[in-house]
C-alpha cells in the first residue's frame, strides 16, 4: 500500500521534483516600486546603475538555500542592502537581484520576498 502512495506521488509531483514549493515566482506577493521604502527606492537606483554601493557585501551571490525565491543556477541571484535608519549594523533589509532584472525585496532577512513591480 504504500509503494502505491509513493508511486500515485511521484506521478503527481513529477518524477524527482519536490511538490513542496513552486518554483516560479507566481506565489510572491508583489510591491511596486512606489510602495518602498525610499531607502529601497535609492538601493535599487544604485543596482540599476552599478553603484557605488555603500556596503562590502553589497553585490555578493545570495544562493536561495531555502527556495523562497524561482531556482535558478547558482550566482543567479545577488542581494544588496537596503540601509535601515537607527540599525547598528546592515539591518534585515535586502533587495535581491536576478540576472534577466527581476527584483526581489525582503524586510526580514529573507524570511519572506515580494517581486518588485516597476
Known sequence: MLYVIALALSIAC???ASCARDSSD???SQLHFEDLPKEAQKTLG???TNGPFPYKRDGVPFGNYESRLPKKARGYYKEYTVPTPGAGDRGARRIVAGHNG???YTDD???TF???LE
Request: charged share 20%.
Open 109 to 111: 532577512h529573507y524570511q
Open 14 to 16: 513529477g518524477v524527482g
Open 26 to 28: 507566481s506565489n510572491l
Open 46 to 48: 544604485l543596482i540599476k
Open 114 to 116: 515580494r517581486r518588485i
Open 102 to 104: 527581476e527584483y526581489y
